[in-house]
């Protein structure tokens, strides 16, 4: 898939959720919030700006959350249960991994 262009006006945003409308760009989105150690709630913000790529009542619904639940685990200071968090990527078509994290 072509690599969506920023427009002129420098609009990152929209740039953003156009590309997040690619599974490997959405997937390296959510891999790259995960390695913010520093940033708890840096996957939270990844996933919400996934979902507000996607359609939100279809991934909802897809996820078996209705919009509201959805919201609130996505919120700031949200705190989803990990079968909620599985469901929403399983929706998006991704799947949790755990790897073993080298010493170093």
Known sequence: MAKPKAKKNGDYKEY???????????????NASIEEEDDPEAL?????????????????EKAGLNRVTLYRILAEGGNPRLGSLAAL???????LKVEHKLAG
């Open 16 to 30: 953003l959720l156009e590309s997040l409308q690619d599974p490997e760009e959405m997937a390296a989105y959510i």
């Open 89 to 95: 990527l399983s929706a998006m078509g991704l799947k």
């Open 44 to 60: 939270l913000i990844a996933l919400k700006h996934v979902v507000e790529a996607q359609n939100v009542s279809r991934l909802a």
